[in-house]
């Protein structure tokens, strides 16, 4: 975030995780771009991939979970 002109790629978890999203949203001069999908295209979208290491944040499935995960992250993302 001290960096000037760059761009970081981060995971959609990042703003729900303590320093990382207090640097997220409190960083001057920093530029957020939100790049959303529905839930039906990023479920699409995992369901083309392997699944298997990937862990479950809810205890759902890890499709079934996305409406779920994109609902309580927006607002971070949005705000």
Same mark, same amino acid.
């Given at each position: 975030?001290? &960096?000037?002109?760059?761009?970081?790629? !981060? %995971? %959609?978890?990042?703003?729900?995780h %303590? /320093?990382?999203?207090d !640097?997220?949203?409190?960083?001057?001069? !920093? +530029?957020? +771009?939100? !790049?959303?999908?529905?839930?039906?295209?990023?479920?699409? *979208?995992?369901?083309?991939?392997?699944?298997?290491?990937? /862990?479950s944040?809810t %205890? @759902?499935?890890?499709?079934?979970? +996305? /409406?779920? &995960? @994109?609902?309580? *992250?927006?607002?971070?993302? @949005?705000?």
């Open positions: 975030c001290r &960096l000037t002109g760059g761009v970081i790629a !981060l %995971g %959609g978890g990042t703003p729900t %303590g /320093p990382s999203a !640097l997220l949203m409190r960083g001057a001069n !920093l +530029v957020r +771009v939100y !790049l959303r999908a529905s839930a039906a295209d990023l479920q699409r *979208r995992l369901a083309a991939t392997d699944l298997s290491s990937r /862990p944040l %205890g @759902l499935g890890v499709l079934e979970e +996305v /409406p779920q &995960l @994109l609902k309580s *992250r927006d607002p971070l993302y @949005l705000g």
